[in-house]
């Protein structure tokens, strides 16, 4: 009997085991770098919520740039956050922009690195702090690669982008001039009030400081008065997406089947949207996200109303929506995804 | 000037190119950077094998599993089949893709192209990666913003001057299955309480949630 056959060669064993150390010693720098990204994700994530800055970005929307001020807060645990747009006429209540929170951003959870590879990149610098750049590279090309620069001593982001196919930001954020301090945990301040005793919103300050402020023990900043928002708006973001409940299959309600997802993508039910004075019946809601992506499913019975409309197509910075008329009901995909994962949601989406 | 200062600038330029090239493959290179990258891979066997090494680096790191690994003359076969196809441009581009609606005329093209396939397939492949770097990432973009609405939360009168404008402008880029139209009261606010909806339960991203809606496409 041959016995080469059967046992392979002290040298080509030893050849095999080579290159399996020098593989091992090539990818563990990768393993290493991409728990260091995660990490350094979920610090941010952390920062997000818990310090307290106030700054101008320059803000990117497809071809639109505008400036915003931000400021957010965290006084004995109760955060407080408002956006002014800088560059819109009117006054400084009418320009609040509702709905913008850096603090939503989720955190990073191990499913996924099934579909994206969180990889560390270069040192770069944003508004005169030094920052990492940390990629996460989708898998596939249904959702965009999102791109972070992250104050390693703080956690702070200093610059956020979504970038499209065509390897250009679709939207983009990023600091021109920010201050970042720790909460204030003991001192009370009033919040300001009107006579009506509504709550008011102080000016924003006239000159933003372009000093940096490294993160020290903060100190009161008489420029910047405590604001509160609505309870809705604090809740908006996260609070309320726990309303979302999960679906053990990709069965919908009236027999409509969504008879395949992307990849890593899990459907959710929201809450169905209350009829409108047009519209008569109700609109069910449906979430589906790999949670870092997300899109939303909208069927509703076709009315005479919406027949006009047509199949819509529309397209603003990272967000998308299609619609489309499928066993007369008319189905709109919303989401900040490619238009083709809308589209590709679409045509799985059937009616049994 | 000395030899040794000649070898120096020559390592120097290398190590500054190698750069660049890294700068292309983290897409943080501007176009100025590219095209001199580029122009520079035609001619520099030693640039072009770093850009083999990063292409291997970065697929392993990602897939993290066996990666098939191209010849070192791959991409001077991206380049010798660059050279003896056609110039490309936008217009053939469009062309071809007017063409294929034709039904009966395309069949008969697509028999007698046939036999092209087999010898013309690493051309083509080859052909189109190398487009996609240099130029068809344009094409796409202009494409997208065929699609592109101007939209924002708050709704806003806007003068049908200038919507048409608007819609006229993108109509002349669009292509001609796609059909703009202005967006009345209803259509505003249809779509107005998805995105508003999306926004409430589902987005993740932080951005700016405006939209404001001038047209959309009917793509039907």
């Known amino acids: 009997m041959n016995t080469s056959l059967k046992y392979p060669s002290l040298k080509s064993f030893t050849k095999v085991n080579g290159l399996v150390v020098v593989l091992s010693l090539f990818l563990t720098p990768a393993v290493y770098a991409d728990e260091a990204a995660v990490e350094l994700l979920n610090r941010m994530n952390r920062a997000l919520h818990e310090l307290n800055y106030n700054g101008t970005l320059a803000y990117l929307k497809g071809d639109a740039l505008s400036s915003l001020h931000i400021e957010h807060s965290v006084r004995n645990g109760v955060k407080t956050e408002r956006v002014v747009r800088l560059n819109e006429e009117g006054n400084e209540v009418s320009r609040e922009l509702q709905g913008f929170s850096l603090a939503s951003i989720p955190r990073i959870s191990p499913e996924m690195n099934a579909v994206y590879s969180f990889d560390m990149g270069r040192e770069n610098r944003i508004a005169n702090i030094s920052c990492r750049i940390i990629t996460a590279r989708p898998k596939d090309r249904k959702r965009y690669l999102q791109k972070y620069c992250i104050d390693t001593k703080t956690g702070m982001l200093l610059d956020y982008m979504l970038v499209g196919k065509s390897h250009k930001p679709v939207e983009q954020f990023m600091f021109t001039s920010i201050k970042i301090s720790l909460p204030e945990k003991s001192i009370e301040e009033p919040l300001v009030k009107n006579k009506d005793s509504q709550v008011v919103i102080s000016n924003v300050p006239t000159e933003i400081a372009n000093q940096v402020v490294a993160p020290v023990i903060a100190t009161k900043d008489s420029s910047v008065m405590p604001v509160k928002i609505s309870a809705k708006k604090l809740t908006s973001v996260l609070q309320e997406k726990s309303i979302l409940r999960q679906l053990p299959n990709t069965n919908l309600d009236d027999g409509w089947v969504m008879e395949s997802l992307p990849v890593g993508f899990e459907i959710m039910q929201a809450p169905s949207m209350k009829p409108s004075k047009v519209r008569g019946d109700e609109t069910k809601h449906y979430v589906v996200s790999d949670g870092l992506s997300s899109l939303s499913v909208f069927v509703s019975p076709l009315t005479s109303v919406d027949a006009g409309i047509g199949s819509v197509k529309i397209n603003s910075g990272a967000l998308n929506v299609v619609t489309q008329e499928k066993n007369d009901h008319i189905i709109t995909v919303v989401g900040e995804v490619p238009e083709s994962t809308l589209r590709n949601i679409i045509n799985n989406l059937q009616k049994k | ?220």
């Open chain 2, 1 to 220: 000037m000395s030899n040794s200062k000649k070898e120096s600038n020559g390592v120097d330029q290398q190590v500054s190119l190698t750069e660049h090239l890294s700068a292309l493959f983290d897409d943080e290179a501007g176009p100025f950077e590219q095209r001199r990258v580029l122009d520079e891979l035609k001619g520099n066997d030693k640039l072009c094998k770093s850009l083999s090494h990063f292409a291997l680096i970065g697929e392993t790191m990602r897939s993290r599993t066996s990666v098939a690994v191209a010849d070192d003359n791959f991409l001077a076969g991206i380049h010798a089949h660059i050279d003896a196809e056609p110039a490309y441009n936008k217009v053939q581009f469009e062309e071809n893709i007017i063409s294929s609606t034709n039904d009966a005329t395309n069949l008969v093209a697509k028999k007698q192209r046939s036999w092209l396939r087999p010898v013309g397939g690493f051309a083509l492949a080859a052909s189109v990666a190398a487009i996609s770097v240099i130029g068809i990432q344009n094409y796409q973009q202009a494409d997208q913003s065929t699609g592109t609405i101007v939209m924002t939360q708050d709704v806003k009168v806007v003068k049908p001057s200038q919507v048409a404008t608007v819609v006229e402008g993108a109509a002349s880029k669009m292509n001609a299955r796609h059909e703009y139209r202005q967006a009345n009261t209803h259509a505003r606010s249809f779509l107005k309480r998805y995105v508003d909806s999306h926004m409430e339960y589902a987005s993740t991203s932080t951005f700016v949630p405006s939209v404001r809606v001038i047209a959309y496409a009917d793509y039907k």
